[in-house]
């Protein structure tokens, strides 16, 4: 990789190797370029440079080798500097006291935040991992939080998981959040949440995991059940080897054959050894082998499972017409997407590509489609997984509610919310019978 700066008071952008080393500059008046005049925001992406010119209002758009591309112009930039690539592909641009989004297909700017106070001066605008607007004020010495206009008052999902009540009075309220988008809330403290039983605020509540911290990853690798999978025991002892060695002790492997009646060789373990054996023993390998259950199954070992999840399904080629019998393409995706777990394939066949069912459900979960013969390994399916955001937290309290010796139903619910946006879920529970 290379280092791109705007040098303001030279008017150029320098170039250097991720040592430092210098390499080149550009940004000079020549036949097709005007010449900057003060550079200051620089954002690089799909391999063009992005450059904005407070002077000037204006954006150009440069090649990595610094060749002039073109210009875009708006009547809402008025003095342009920080510049941020966010996820969907636009540009978030710090604008004296507003934040702009630059959309470079369609050439459109739009304001979607003002900062307060004639004396702001905004010069960096990013998002965090929330979708929130953090800010930059250079005059005021601060940096501002804006919740994201188009959340504000939506609402959050709030979906109570289970409750541990085996220490009553002490429970343990295991609960996901999420935007109404489906993406998971993370980040959050022991203030955002209120927890209370029947309306009536509990004593000592705490917030004690969140899993968003955590490094642990509990992955269910299916193996396709095909006959072509027959005598490939290299095939998957290597994908289960760097999948193991990328977890590094912190997580779960189970393993699902996804024979013509799926079969669970091994639930949620760590040990190599159990896991080894799993796998390198043939199956009741068979064209009638059935991608939707085995899917399906390997899904279901990893539903008790609160940390970074995921199906691994090493796929040796094109699936059959027998593939989505009991449940279609979708609604195995909405399984998926529902419980929070990733999709992945490790594609071993001898097309260039993975069937496209599977790009399908790795683009829409969140996950990927890695080659086992990748010179890096497939390893970063660990590394991706753990970069996952993750909305899953435990919360604990002291229950004050009459149990009954175990034999009555007890309420527990817990309002969250941030910045304007809240949400609440609810459950019942038994204590221990006594």
Do not use: C, H
Not at 126 to 144: Q, W, Y
Not at 272 to 295: A, H, N, P, Q
Request: net charge negative.
């Amino acid at each position: 990789g290379y280092i791109y700066v705007t040098d303001e008071g030279n008017k150029r952008v320098s170039k250097y190797t991720k040592d430092g080393d210098f390499l080149f500059s550009f940004g000079n008046k020549s036949a097709s370029f005007e010449g900057f005049s003060e550079p200051t925001g620089i954002a690089y992406k799909n391999g063009n440079i992005l450059v904005a010119d407070k002077r000037r209002a204006r954006l150009f758009l440069f090649d990595k080798s610094g060749n002039f591309l073109r210009s875009f112009s708006s009547s809402l930039l008025s003095s342009p500097e920080g510049i941020t690539a966010i996820p969907d592909g636009r540009f978030l641009i710090a604008d004296a006291q507003r934040v702009l989004i630059f959309d470079m297909d369609s050439e459109t700017v739009t304001k979607v935040a003002d900062v307060s106070g004639k004396e702001a001066l905004v010069i960096k605008a990013v998002l965090d991992a929330n979708g929130n607007i953090v800010v930059t004020d250079f005059n005021r010495n601060k940096i501002e939080y804006l919740a994201d206009i188009t959340r504000m008052y939506t609402g959050l999902d709030v979906s109570i998981d289970r409750v541990v009540s085996d220490n009553y009075p002490r429970v343990d309220v295991a609960l996901s959040v999420s935007a109404l988008d489906g993406k998971p809330l993370v980040g959050l403290e022991d203030n955002n949440f209120l927890v209370t039983e029947n309306g009536y605020p509990v004593q000592n509540s705490r917030l004690i995991y969140s899993g968003n911290k955590s490094a642990v990853t509990n992955v269910a690798l299916v193996l396709e059940g095909s006959e072509k999978m027959y005598g490939k025991k290299e095939y998957r002892l290597s994908a289960l080897e760097e999948l193991l060695s990328a977890q590094d002790g912190k997580g779960t492997i189970s393993i699902v054959s996804a024979e013509q009646n799926p079969v669970t060789e091994t639930k949620s373990v760590s040990n190599k050894d159990i896991l080894v054996k799993s796998v390198i023993e043939d199956g009741d390998y068979s064209r009638d082998w059935t991608f939707d259950l085995g899917i399906r199954l390997g899904a279901s070992t990893l539903l008790n499972k609160s940390d970074r999840r995921a199906v691994v399904f090493l796929s040796m080629g094109d699936l059959p017409d027998s593939s989505f019998v009991r449940y279609t393409l979708n609604e195995i995706l909405d399984y998926l997407t529902n419980n929070n777990i990733a999709f992945y394939a490790i594609y071993a066949g001898e097309k260039d590509s993975a069937p496209r069912e599977l790009e399908y459900l790795a683009r829409k979960t969140g996950g990927g489609v890695y080659s086992l013969f990748r010179a890096e390994g497939v390893g970063g399916i660990i590394e991706d997984l753990k970069n996952r955001f993750v909305g899953s937290y435990v919360l604990e309290y002291a229950a004050s509610l009459d149990s009954d010796f175990g034999r009555k139903p007890l309420p527990v619910e817990v309002q969250v919310s941030l910045f304007g946006r809240s949400g609440r879920g609810e459950s019942v529970y038994y204590a221990p019978l006594k």
